[in-house]
């Protein structure tokens, strides 16, 4: 098995990329680096795969056609994808919004293009978001559910992004299989995420902020088991007989938790007490998430296995050694 495996440097593809190399496969990685967050994060994440000798990496743009037609003919062997790059982030998209439809839009139109061209591929997977689900109020949010509501740029270009595939899928019997993540947490984390800013903010003494006046719910989803799901339905490409070869899944904890109880996990594993700044509802922001993953279980042997009890603990003390506190 060769993989190659988008947004090598981010917070999944990371955590993905290390897990397949332990398993022996070897890995082509892409990723251009972009300054959204923090880039010596993603550096030293890189760093860390650079040490093995199954894993190369290629820094490129995937809505760039002629780089990733370059990778294709330099790669040949490929037989899965696993594309997890795109520009994330709901808040992100009120300020910089063309991002979005470069990266999430043009990205993946190019990387299903790209994948046309391996002649062994056997599995495209895609990253979806469980933001697709936007005014959806029916819990736990299922696969079946209509997605037609986005409330904000990030979600629609999700939502495109699983309409595309399935359109490859029917027009050129494209194995493709989109993941609608929900809420991921853990070590080597992003820093927009709520769980870094609010460990940084409490720790630097600042007020943590929250939307909402505390009443949210999250799917709250520890990347170990993001990974899981992932990997567990790499070789499993859906049959299309007579329909398109596409597929959507959740991949969530299957559990919505209090934001509240979310923080004082991080209050109790950091032995200090957040100062909360307490906000309105946030633009493009939903109440409360929670995933159905019955699919997923079913088709995948998926069981989530991190619950915030223990996942919390893990990411503070991932952060105070990163940070040398």
């Known amino acids: 098995m060769i993989v190659l495996v988008t947004g090598a440097a981010g917070f999944i593809g990371f955590h993905t990329i290390l897990t ?17 967050y ?16 199954n894993f190369s990496f290629i820094k490129a743009d995937i809505a760039d056609k002629k780089a ?27 300020i910089n919004p063309y991002a979005y439809t ?32 936007g005014t959806n109020t029916k819990l736990p949010f ?3 559910d209509r997605t037609d509501t986005p409330v904000s740029l ?14 490859y899928a029917h027009m050129f019997r494209l194995p493709l299989t989109g993941l609608r993540f929900f809420t991921v947490y853990g070590p080597w984390g992003r820093p927009d995420m709520s769980a870094f800013i609010f460990v940084k903010k409490i720790l630097d003494g600042e007020p943590i902020p929250v939307f909402n ?24 490409p859906p049959a299309g007989s007579n329909a398109a070869p596409h597929r959507v899944y959740n991949i969530g904890n299957h559990k919505s938790e209090p934001l509240m109880r979310f923080i004082s996990l991080i209050e109790e594993a950091l032995g200090v007490k957040a100062e909360i700044d307490f906000l309105p509802m946030q633009p493009g922001d939903v109440k409360e998430t929670y ?25 503070v003390a991932w952060y105070k050694s990163y940070h040398d506190l």
């Not at 923090?38 to 000798?53: F, N, P, S």
């Not at 520890?222 to 992932?230: E, N, R, S, W």
Request: hydrophobic letters at 40%; a negative charge; zero cysteines.
């Open 20 to 36: 397949l190399l332990k398993q022996g496969q070897h890995v082509v990685g892409v990723d251009n680096l972009t300054d959204y």
């Open 68 to 94: 990733m037609s370059d990778l294709a003919e330099r790669h040949p062997d490929v037989t899965h994808i696993i594309h997890l790059a795109a520009q994330a982030g709901v808040r992100y998209s009120l």
């Open 154 to 167: 990030y979600a629609a270009t999700k939502k495109s992004v699983e309409m595309m595939a399935h359109s």
């Open 142 to 144: 299922s696969v079946d």
């Open 291 to 315: 995933a159905d993953i019955d699919a997923t279980t079913r088709d995948f042997g998926f069981v989530p296995s991190t619950s915030i009890d223990q996942g919390i603990p893990k990411f």
């Open 213 to 236: 006046n505390g009443e949210m719910r999250r799917d709250f989803t520890y990347i170990d088991d993001i990974v899981a799901g992932i990997l567990g339905g790499l070789d499993k």
């Open 38 to 53: 923090d880039v010596t994060l993603k550096e030293a994440r890189l760093g860390r795969l650079l040490a093995h000798e």
């Open 102 to 133: 470069h990266a999430n839009v043009d990205g993946q139109l190019v990387m299903m293009e790209t994948a046309r061209k391996f002649a062994h591929l056997q599995h495209m997977m895609y990253a979806s978001s469980s933001s697709v689900y």
